[in-house]
DNA sequence: AACTACGCGCTATTTACATCA
DNA sequence: TTTGATGTAAATAGCGCGTAG
């Protein structure tokens, strides 16, 4: 495998995000669909991604599909109620009929030790129902943005560090603590992985940037020790100017690096042409967890 | 097993509001 | 003081997935 073709293996996919990680939320570099978006996610095994560049980065890629998404088991391990009807209100077009709501209720919570807490709940969303009714009203229907205060959006992080979502039950709560409807206390925490997510990605896209420089760099030199080795054996063969013990092997393919016409029909000549390869260094793709066959092979 | 309804999370987008030149 | 540009974050829309019936 060529230098370059490793380059572009992966360092084409970092490259790709570059202007949209730049600029993550103009419009015009973002991926044209949520699918495409999410198609294909850059997975960084770095644990420490703020620090300073690696010289071998352990880059993988992987299909993102589902990445994002609990399992169900872990779901429940987590703690979230997903069959559990919050009872809150959805919003317009995707709102569930009355009845709809009531039967979630009693699937989610079907013995009757439970059922005083699904009254508490169906009142609540009653009482949230009339409130919101009612500022609707007060506001005369202009949707009227709230701010939240410095004590509810600290408390906010605070349940956010503990857990990133919430389950029905924890979010009832939170919300009657902040005074604030379950569906703000909803879409707070939904923003706000968001915002986790992309701060993330701005974060692995500067990774790649730092990698993919550094790596262009690598390469440079390297072409240009190449050629100049290139030169030196027009001039002699390559085994007069190198004493055997500078010879290395392979650790892949186990050839030697530096001998001429000893690596059976493909030999030298397709590795590096008819004067052979040097010896070193050897170029470890940083893609790959084993030792890739050198240059010189 | 296939189908449907539902709840939930995610992403993209819109929009209200704050800040600043 | 006013105004337009810009950034931030709350809110909305809609899709996919998992689950239960």
């Known amino acids: ?21 730049a600029s993550p939320l103009a419009p015009a570099d973002r991926p044209r669909s949520r699918r495409e978006a999410s198609c294909v996610k850059v997975e960084l095994r770095e644990p ?22 609990r399992s169900p088991a872990a779901k429940r391990a987590f703690g979230d109620v997903n069959t559990a009807g919050n009872g809150e209100p959805r919003p317009a077009g995707r709102q569930s009929p009355p009845h709809s709501m009531v039967s979630s209720f009693s699937n989610a919570y079907p013995s009757s030790s439970i059922k005083k807490e699904k009254d508490v709940v169906s009142e609540e969303v009653e009482a949230e129902r009339v409130s919101s009714r009612v500022s609707d009203e007060e506001e005369g229907n202009a949707r009227k943005k709230l701010r939240l205060t410095k004590d509810q959006s600290a408390l906010l992080e605070d349940r956010f560090k503990e857990h990133s979502t919430l389950n029905p039950k924890q979010k009832q709560a939170l919300a009657k603590q902040l005074n604030l409807r379950p569906r703000q206390v909803e879409v707070w925490f939904q923003n706000r992985r968001a915002r986790t997510k992309l701060k993330q990605t701005e974060v692995d896209c500067e990774f790649l940037k730092r ?8 390469n440079r030199r390297l072409q240009k020790e190449l050629q100049e080795l290139r030169a030196l054996t027009f001039a002699q063969p390559l085994y007069m100017q190198l004493p055997a013990a500078t010879l290395t092997m392979c650790p892949s393919c186990e050839r030697m690096a530096a001998v001429a016409g000893d690596a059976g029909p493909k030999g030298g000549v397709a590795a590096g042409g008819p004067f052979g390869m040097a010896p070193k260094p050897h ?15």
């Open 1 to 21: 495998m060529e230098v370059e073709d490793m380059c572009d293996t992966g360092l084409l996919l970092g490259l790709g995000f570059e202007g949209w990680a």
């Open 48 to 69: 420490a991604l703020a620090g300073p560049p690696v010289v071998d980065p352990s880059l993988t890629l992987s299909l993102s599909d589902g990445a994002y998404h």
């Open 211 to 218: 990698c993919c420089e550094s790596l262009t760099d690598e």
């Open 283 to 297: 170029f470890c793709n940083p893609f790959t967890t084993s030792h890739p066959p050198s240059a010189a092979c």
